[in-house]
């Protein structure tokens, strides 16, 4: 699939669960890419803040992300790294449960649904399992199950029918034509 290149910069309203904002400065230098961002955000009466920055190879896989939040119960960080040989460790501690996973998916952001969109190649009415390494607001981080189908693709979009076996979850995920989120169902909706 090809897509146009990120801008350098967007953000997202989070509507539906919780009510927040989230802004990244996605950078591409040679083959490293870098999703620098936060989101702030209020679920379930409490208040939080994340703030991440994802580092990706050339084959846009991830190689570290590093994850810090805030909240009424305290605040922390996370290491996440991941081998070439799809190996993952938290902060230095070898977890095996993630082998074989490509990608970090935050809990917090819109964004890091772009990663599988710049690495596979989707087909219309062919679902694609993509099992990411997936860091809770409360900085756990879990395997997660989820297929990426492709629905319709432009140059100006990107329909993608999403299911999470993990989490229970099935929608349809509209992107614009660098892969980034415009409109997914009661998460978040592209600002700007």
């Known amino acids: ?41 209020v679920e379930d009466g409490a208040g939080w803040t994340v703030s991440y920055d994802v580092e990706l ?16 119960d305290g605040s922390g960080e996370v290491l996440l790294e991941r081998d070439e040989d799809d190996r993952w460790s938290i902060d230095g501690l070898y977890q095996p449960e993630l082998d074989g996973v490509a990608d970090v998916d935050l809990e917090s952001s819109a964004v890091t649904n772009t990663l599988p969109l710049h690495r ?50 099935a929608c349809t995920v509209t992107f614009d034509g660098s892969g980034l989120v415009t409109d997914y169902p009661d998460i978040a909706v592209r600002h700007a």
């Open 120 to 169: 596979l190649h989707l087909e219309r009415g062919s679902a694609m399992r993509v099992d990411s390494a997936f860091v809770g607001l409360d900085l756990r981080v879990q395997r997660i199950v989820q297929t990426y189908e492709l629905v319709e693709h432009t140059d100006e979009r990107i329909t993608v029918a999403y299911t999470s076996a993990t989490f229970d979850v």
């Open 57 to 72: 190879g050339a084959d846009w896989c991830t190689r570290t992300a590093v994850v810090r939040a805030s909240g009424r």
């Open 1 to 41: 699939m090809r897509l146009a290149p990120l801008p350098s910069q967007a953000s997202w309203r989070h509507a539906g669960l919780r009510d927040g904002f989230e802004v990244v400065w996605p950078v591409s230098i040679g083959s490293v890419h870098r999703l620098r961002g936060a989101t702030t955000g």
